[in-house]
């Protein structure tokens, strides 16, 4: 711990306290709303370690892997959380979090990095690498396709509409596929720091000479922690976040009575939120550090993994639950996430994006999430 700041060592202290109060508060049966608040501020500092150590890590490898790794980590406490609420019948909190997740990193989370980034660059314009953006457009467009045509199925009420599970977990089946067929190349294609990528194909802000392009990552000069601490606080905050979640959602449904709240906005917004703490942090801290390409690939990585690897993965998983998870979706919300896909891959597709691109897409959510509220 020797080359922490004094500052990063307060910080996991303070977590460590934080995590200890919330399960006191927790198995003391404490009121549900400060069990429930202690348990998010619990959530968001774990998530805060994991984010940490990811970016520690993110030193001994290029953007790609960094943002995978630190996106697979990062969505631990979403995994969780919505295990634990299927097993426990929150049928509606589980599916809307999962959607308030990929809307939360895709608009709100991406957007406050793009103004972030876009401010701090000279010209105010951030910019990226424009393969990811368009990889997640592909991997989310083959979500937003089996959830559209499932609402429109049972919108129709088609004989189709009466096999939603069957269709459900084939759709997951074929979707980790293409998961999986995405993922293996692109972390092949990845470019540590200091490689300059001459003989293999370049990493995202490195072009194929080997020269940097304007969005090149800042770097810092390499780790400042040894990997046995990087790993042992990776594995540490894992584990709290296991713990945490299922404090998390046993105080979630008696408090949202208490605060009169719609479980669809506890969902999409609260949970959301709270379960990806990473990313509302790392990819704004990132952005703000001037580090475009691996901002980028954190959030895009969060959205691509729960959209096309988190949610079937979670369908399946859901078969031997207490309640069943399907890509079964209220027309709002199916129609909120084909426009979503596309306001994204409008702004970020051609990799540069400006400050007002970012409001545009906090404002989507933000509308979104007024409407969850009434809901």
């Known amino acids: 711990m020797a080359s922490l700041t004094q500052r990063e060592r307060a910080a996991l202290a303070l977590i460590a306290l934080l995590t200890a109060i919330a399960g006191v508060a927790n198995y003391a049966r404490w009121p549900a709303v400060p069990r429930f608040a202690l348990a998010t501020l619990a959530l968001a500092g774990l998530a805060w370690v994991v984010s940490f150590a990811t970016e520690q890590l993110g030193e001994r490898f290029g953007p790609a892997v960094t943002g995978m790794l630190q996106s697979t980590l990062g969505n631990l406490p979403e995994l969780f959380v919505v295990i634990f609420a299927l097993q426990k019948g929150e049928l509606v909190v589980a599916k809307t979090a999962l959607v308030g997740s990929i809307l939360a990193n895709a608009l709100l989370v991406l957007g406050l990095a793009i103004v972030v980034g876009a401010r701090r660059a000279p010209d105010g314009v951030m910019r990226f690498s424009h393969r990811l953006p368009r990889d997640t457009a592909t991997l989310l467009s083959v979500t937003v396709f089996i959830i559209v045509l499932l609402a429109l199925s049972l919108g129709a009420h088609d004989k189709a509409s009466h096999h939603v599970e069957s269709i459900s977990a084939i759709g997951a089946g074929f979707l980790l596929l293409v998961y999986v067929s995405w993922a293996i190349p692109y972390l092949r294609s990845d470019v540590a720091p200091g490689h300059d990528g001459a003989h293999g194909r370049a990493a995202p802000g ?103 690897f988190l949610f079937p993965l979670l369908v399946l998983i859901s078969l031997a639950l207490a309640s069943t998870l399907t890509f079964q979706m209220s027309p709002v919300y199916a129609g909120a996430l084909a426009l979503s896909a596309l306001a994204v891959w409008q702004v970020t597709g051609d990799g540069e994006a400006v400050a007002f691109e970012g409001w545009a897409l906090i404002a989507l959510y933000a509308i979104l999430a007024t409407l969850t509220l009434y809901e």
């Open 206 to 308: 490195v072009t194929r000479g080997g020269g940097r392009r304007a969005s090149a990552d800042k770097r810092a000069g390499g780790p400042r922690i040894g990997l046995v601490i990087t790993l042992v606080l990776l594995g540490l905050a894992g584990v709290g976040s296991a713990f945490v979640s299922d404090w998390f959602v046993s105080a979630l449904r008696p408090a949202i009575d208490q605060l009169n709240l719609s479980p669809a906005f506890a969902g999409l917004v609260i949970v959301a939120i709270a379960g990806n703490a990473v990313e509302n942090t790392a990819g704004i801290v990132l952005a703000w550090k001037g580090r475009s390409d691996l901002a980028i690939s954190v959030i895009k990585n969060s959205v691509v993994q729960i959209a096309a």
